[in-house]
T-cell receptor, first 115, second 113 residues
Framework: EPEVTQTPSHQVTQMGQEVILRCVPI?????FYWYRQILGQKVEFLVS????????KSEIFDDQFSVERPDGSNFTLKIRSTKLEDSAMYFC?????????????FGEGSRLTVL | QQQVKQSPQSLIVQKGGISIINCAYE??????FPWYQQFPGKGPALLIA?????SEKKEGRFTISFNKSAKQFSLHIMDSQPGDSATYFC????????????FGPGTSLSVIP
């Protein structure tokens, strides 16, 4: 069964460092998303990406964040200068072409720990 | 307006019992209401979903009840099993918003033997 894969599974970084989280969405999917989940809290929308551009972003997704689809398979989230409060689980998700279903397929997440 | 409220925060149910999780929303532009299930160490996975033009949807032991006028919906898990122990998120989305899914805060369900 096709799945969304994310790397790394866990990254520890020092405050102020740049971090890149990588995702390989399901191959025929066209819509891509990043969400984050702070430990024990709800899953929060960060950004959606379609047709090689950001389609929507939340207030959390400030200038420190950026997304890119550098080739036909990867989708990355970059945090330029990490803060302690960026520590969270980051989930990549994708959705397929065709009619609206509202179903997103999530990866298993990348845990980011900022020290 | 974008918020989805969910209760209870945690729930303990005996095996074979009924688990009920309730949610409410404010934004009437939402037109799709999925429930996601998340096991520890995994990403959320779609469990069941409903559109506001129906009042109930059933898939196996899982049923969504939807009250459009009250802007409330709920998940019922019949004959709850220990394997159902997980965190459940109600959610809402709208087609005009690239399927951005707004999650509720989650309910941690424990089904005890």
């Amino acid at each position: 069964e096709p799945e969304v894969t994310q790397t790394p599974s866990h990254q520890v970084t020092q405050m102020g460092q740049e971090v890149i989280l990588r995702c390989v969405p399901i191959s025929n999917h066209l819509y891509f998303y990043w969400y984050r989940q702070i430990l024990g809290q709800k899953v929060e929308f960060l950004v959606s990406f379609y047709n090689n551009e950001i389609s929507e972003k939340s207030e959390i997704f400030d200038d420190q964040f950026s997304v890119e689809r550098p080739d036909g398979s990867n989708f990355t989230l970059k945090i330029r200068s990490t803060k302690l409060e960026d520590s969270a689980m980051y989930f990549c998700a994708s959705r397929g072409p065709g009619g609206f279903t509202g179903e997103l397929f999530f990866g298993e997440g990348s845990r980011l720990t900022v020290l | 307006q974008q918020q989805v409220k969910q209760s209870p925060q945690s729930l303990i149910v005996q095996k074979g019992g009924i688990s009920i999780i309730n949610c409410a929303y404010e934004n009437t532009a939402f037109d799709y209401f999925p429930w996601y299930q998340q096991f520890p160490g995994k990403g959320p996975a779609l469990l069941i979903a409903i559109r506001p033009d129906v009042s109930e949807k059933k898939e196996g032991r899982f049923t969504i009840s939807f009250n459009k006028s009250a802007k409330q919906f709920s998940l019922h898990i019949m004959d709850s099993q220990p394997g159902d122990s997980a965190t459940y998120f109600c959610a809402a989305s709208m087609e005009t918003s690239y399927d951005k899914v707004i999650f509720g805060p989650g309910t941690s369900l424990s089904v005890i033997p």
